[in-house]
């Protein structure tokens, strides 16, 4: 993303580099902008022994973003920006928000506001106090105008921050909100002295349970304990190390051999080449989102939504995740992940590869023989060679035209994608599946396949407003699953972005807490 | 000697110039935007075009070029869009690692081409001049990133000998800098060795044949002095020109090899840039790199007066 913008946790992430290659990826979901594969922070070994102080690790991490350090999710950012800086919450594994640098954190009933607290003592790695007026300059400094970050959206919610004292804050929102916690459990609190310097990564001055040390273009970062972290005692680790690797076969052979110790973004071809080595320890991250053939609804031939459903169930998802997904991932229609309030085992069975139904939706709709332009980005002709390939099953000609990234991105950013193109997207089971609706890119309001009738306004707001967790929200959910699935689709799911970590077996780094966010604090060695 | 130099200093100047506008239309003819690039996948149009603004992507092509080009002049490459640091500075931090990696492998060239050329080339339609030949085959038609992950495997992951990427600095630390550059500075310098190999043979063999060499070893010279003094020395004049090209083969070539041993360089700095749409980066570095090519070139031509004297009292 490939570049590529971070990674996705599974929560507001989206795609990457991870199986096709490059790129970079976006929050929650963020659709394609994002080309390194699904993050689920949820690395790990169990943890049953004691965990011990010292050492450092070292991991693999991609060429950072600095423009997007804090302002994007960027799988090459994944450690530093979780590292240096903390969060005032962040979500754990009941979907709720754990605190962080608040020391409480409470909705209002009508969830039209938040009261936080901060912990007392708080200070940035320089050792200037953070207060509440940080707070308020990062929510502030996210939304900006001037600002390109896949915070500005949801921060705009936010009508006004009152700082009574030093170390509290009174929020409110724009109407009620209840999702709005995943906006802050993704908001880092930086520091407005040092902020402008971070782009040149010289001074990354967070409170978070690592230190910046130095920074060598193409080569890697060091950081170091915070001595002063809230959490006592933590982080575990004395320093750790980002390596960066640009070539796959050197990221495999670096962890094989023990020259990287944690790899938090490997491909299902890394996993099959890691499989039975008794040195490391590979982690499931679980379904974080989907990779999926995007259906530009205005082109003439892709307007009737038979020819739409048509080409959905033409996809043989089983061979994709067979041949293209190494073995290593299981086919999935649904988006969601497991945990998440939106995924509705029933709805799984909506959608199956049916090229006979298609070939007679195709006969209906006299569509038979048309031809579909493929706008694919580089790294990407893989998979879309897969769809083309089923499409031309059902006498579908399918034109591949693959451009470079950058270029292919420029149309998907602007919406300028003329039929079809192949992208991912990525989701965290953790969040409140209203927030994936407000920050991906492939589903929200405008999307870069022009999907946006009315009908599909109003049910996103209705998602929105209700408690994903109650019947109507699950209804409502589920008729989110039904109209993409099967009803009126705009997107045809190929198959899930599915995150994995990869370690070294003395690597312990615990899964509690890591939906939202790698618990570096918690990582330590059992050398 | 002096005014020579300026001539061709003077001479150097409008193949800089050319050079620059070849670079910057270049990058104009791209498809993609750095300000799309820049603005996130939230941005607006009107997000877009204020960074355009911002950037003065929004002047005429014209006043671009003029802007750049009168700022390079004065030694300003301008600033990074994505880091926004300066470009000469990001240059400067990049070029140490890719020069140590080429000087390196600039020398495994020259120390394993020239004797293997010469030995060949002494010993025409011989075992030595088959050897070369396979070498020669086998150096070209392997590409630097197939031979570089066959090392990995073998010497750094199967035998444990060496590190599998990274960087050390060689004047920080001789000893693990070694560990760190031997591997792709051998495979950079392995191709090179085998191309270098072949002109040398080619240009020996041919000395090997003038009358200077016969009535060398006629006089009773040592076979030893008849090939260094006088084929090896005659024989390297129009060597040196495939010398400085090689040099300059190493510098684009060290881009893979950066990439597939992970090390910090020009090269892999350069390919984020224009995957990035970082302009300023791009033509920076291009510019510089063509400023090195034609500095090589020059002093190849220097070279040929110092190697052959009749060159030098013909200028």
Redesign the interface.
Known sequence: M????MDRRRLLVGGGTALAGAGAM?LVG????DDKKSVAPAATNAAPKTPKRGGMITVDSG?P????LV??FNANNYYLRWAIWDNLVIKGEDNRPRLMLAQSFEMKPDFRGVQIKLRPGLTFHNGKALTSEDVRFSIETFRA??T???L??PGKLITDIKTPDPLTLDITFSSPRQYMEDYFALLPIVDKDTLGQA???KVLNGAGPFKFVSY?????YVLERNPNYWDTGKPYLDKIQG?????E??RI??L??G?VMHVNMATPAMVKAFRGDKNLNIEDGGVGGSWYAGLVVDFPALKDKRVRQALTLAIDRKRIAKEWGEGVIEPQVLPWPKESPAYIAEDEALLKYDPAQAKALLKQAAAEGITIPMDIGQSREALAQYVQDDWKAIGVNAQLNV?????Y??RF??RKVEAMYVAPFGFSANMHPATFFDFA?PVRIPNASHYEPAAYKDLLAKITETDSRSPAGKELLHQWNKLYLVDDPWMAPLAPNVTYYAMRKQVIAPAKGAADAPPLSEYWLDA | MISHVLRRLFEAIPVVALASVLVFSLLQI????PA????????T?Q?VQ??RHQLGLDQPILEQYTSWAGAALRGDLGTSF????PVAE?LR??LGPTLELTAAAFLIELSVGIPLGVMAGTHVRSLWDWALSAFSIVGIAIPH?VLG?VL??FV??RL?WL?????VSIFEDPLEGFRYLVLPASVLGFTGAAVLARFVRSSVAQVMNQDYIRTGRAKGLRERVVIVRHALRNGLVPIVTVIALQFATLLTGSVVI????????VG??VV?AI???DYPVVQGTLLALVATFIFLNLLADLLYGVLDPRIRSAR
């Open positions: 490939d570049t590529k913008l976006a963020c659709g394609d902008d060429e973003a600095p423009d997007a302002y994007a105008d001037s390109t970050s896949q500005k959206n782009t040149q990564m060598t273009p193409n080569q890697g390596r960066i690797y640009t070539d076969q050197a052979l670096a094989k051999a020259e451009s470079e990234y950058s270029a991105l420029e950013r602007l890119q | 791209v498809p993609g935007d799309v690039n820049l603005a996130g996948s939230d941005a149009d997000d204020a960074i994505r880091t926004k640091l990001m931090s990049a990133f992950l990995l495997y750094s992951y444990g590190p599998i990427g990274g960087r950066e990439s597939v041993f992970s090390r910090p360089g892999r700095m984020g995957q990035s749409r």
